[in-house]
């Protein structure tokens, strides 16, 4: 199957879709304290220099959908979101973190360039559509119940604003009972709507409610499931990585270790240069 057109999603000066070279977006799956958040953005800046890999720092400032009433959900809004604009200003990079309630869009958006809708959101219609109306882009995850061929419905709620700034991210389909998998054709498809498209490769390992009173999950699949998703066409990768995942306060089980992003890095960005024949 050749690989459909997309549109070309400008976040800054980075280029999403079309032709333009494979996009990184990573970072912790939510801020734990501002150390740790700097720690991870400082070396991921380090790699993604060196291979000259565009790059996007994701971490979400609040944890809505949490498996445990007991489960980490924030160090409070404020200061969560204080830090990612610290980040911003100090590394000079795009922020994307996520959003839950429509009220939340315009206050997130003061400080992230991408506003994501969670994949159990993206059939909020009201949160697309307050995420749409401040004019950021806006990254859809797929529902793990929903099939590819129908995002370009929850891609209209949004355009419907007026902002067609639109990301889609595949990030699994529900398969039984505590299991994600990642059907490769789901890239492709998702792509035919003209938006570009994301593989999430570290929710993708999930086991969801699989471990005691939280997701469990399985990162020794990180690398395939990544390599598969940049062969397949995506037009951007999203790593959440953390510096020692099994002490991480959010996704313990299925974060990257932050000193093996580098090694995956080399391996998709050889592997984007021949889809795109670079």
């Given at each position: 199957m050749i690989i459909p057109e997309t549109k070309v999603i400008s976040v800054g000066?980075?280029?999403?879709?079309?032709?333009?070279?494979?996009?990184?977006?990573?970072g912790p799956c939510v801020v734990e304290n501002r150390g740790m958040i700097f720690q991870?953005?400082?070396?991921?800046?380090?790699?993604?220099?060196?291979?000259?890999?565009?790059?996007?720092?994701?971490?979400?400032?609040?944890?809505?959908n949490r498996t445990s009433v007991n489960s980490f959900s924030s160090i409070g809004d404020?200061?969560?979101?204080?830090?990612?604009?610290?980040?911003?200003?100090?590394?000079?990079?795009?922020?994307?973190?996520?959003?839950?309630?429509?009220?939340?869009a315009p206050h997130a958006a003061e400080v992230a360039d991408i506003l994501q809708i969670p994949a159990f959101l993206c059939r909020q219609t009201d949160l697309l559509e307050a995420a749409g109306?401040?004019?950021?882009?806006?990254?859809?995850?797929?529902?793990?119940?929903?099939?590819?061929d129908e995002m370009h419905l929850a891609a209209e709620k949004v355009a419907a604003t007026g902002n067609d700034n639109i990301l889609l991210t595949e990030r699994g389909s529900c398969f039984g009972y505590h299991n994600l998998v990642v059907d490769m054709r789901s890239l492709p498809i998702m792509r035919q709507?003209?938006?570009?498209?994301?593989?999430?490769?570290?929710?993708?390992v999930q086991l969801p409610g699989k471990g005691k009173?939280?997701?469990?999950?399985?990162?020794?699949?990180?690398?395939?499931i990544a390599r598969a998703g940049v062969a397949a066409g995506c037009d951007a990768l999203f790593i959440e990585t953390h510096p020692n995942p099994s002490e991480a306060l959010s996704d313990a089980a299925s974060q990257l270790k932050l000193d093996l992003l580098e090694d995956l890095l080399k391996q998709v960005k050889a592997i984007d240069a021949i889809v795109k024949h670079r």
């Open positions: 000066t980075i280029q999403i879709g079309g032709n333009h070279p494979l996009v990184l977006i990573a991870t953005a400082k070396s991921i800046r380090a790699s993604a220099e060196r291979l000259q890999i565009p790059w996007i720092f994701k971490s979400s400032y609040r944890k809505a404020e200061n969560a979101l204080q830090i990612l604009a610290e980040v911003k200003r100090e590394f000079g990079v795009p922020i994307l973190t996520d959003i839950h309630s429509p009220a939340e109306k401040t004019g950021k882009v806006v990254n859809i995850k797929k529902g793990q119940f929903v099939a590819p709507s003209g938006y570009p498209v994301v593989l999430d490769a570290t929710h993708a009173n939280q997701s469990g999950g399985q990162p020794e699949f990180i690398f395939p």
